[in-house]
């Protein structure tokens, strides 16, 4: 896991552990992925979960529900979705549901996540 510049960022990461290391164990790939592909990604805590910044403007953010990691993305209704696994009826907004880290592959957050820019 890549340490976060921000402190409260990090402090959440760090009680997400505590909580459920297997959804923290999830959150913390996709956050790597997001990272990856986006180097100069802000991060900040937010609406309880993690927020993804680039050039001011939010493109993601990662939340923990009781059963599942949630995957937002911002402008989700412009991705392509060949095998729609995408959720979310809104204007915008879209989202994956990972149950598990095998959904990370399974429901290609990477392809997703390189489209979320």
């Known amino acids: 896991m890549k340490k976060s510049e921000n402190e409260g960022v990090q402090l959440f990461l760090?009680?997400?552990?505590?909580?459920?290391?297997?959804?923290?164990t999830t959150l913390?790939?996709?956050r790597d992925i997001i990272l990856n592909a986006f180097?100069?990604?802000k991060e900040r805590v937010m609406y309880g979960?993690?927020?993804?910044?680039l050039n001011d403007e939010m493109f993601s953010g990662l939340f923990l529900n009781k059963h599942h990691v949630t995957l937002e993305f911002s402008n989700g209704?412009?991705?392509?979705?060949?095998?729609?696994?995408?959720e979310g009826k809104?204007?915008?907004r879209r989202h994956l549901k990972i149950l598990t880290t095998e959904d990370i592959l399974n429901k290609e957050v990477s392809f997703f996540v390189k489209q979320a820019v």
């Open 77 to 86: 209704y412009l991705m392509e979705d060949p095998k729609k696994v995408l």
């Open 28 to 30: 913390i790939e996709i």
């Open 90 to 92: 809104g204007k915008y």
């Open 49 to 53: 979960g993690l927020v993804f910044f």
């Open 39 to 41: 180097p100069k990604t």
């Open 14 to 24: 760090d009680e997400i552990k505590l909580i459920d290391s297997d959804k923290s």
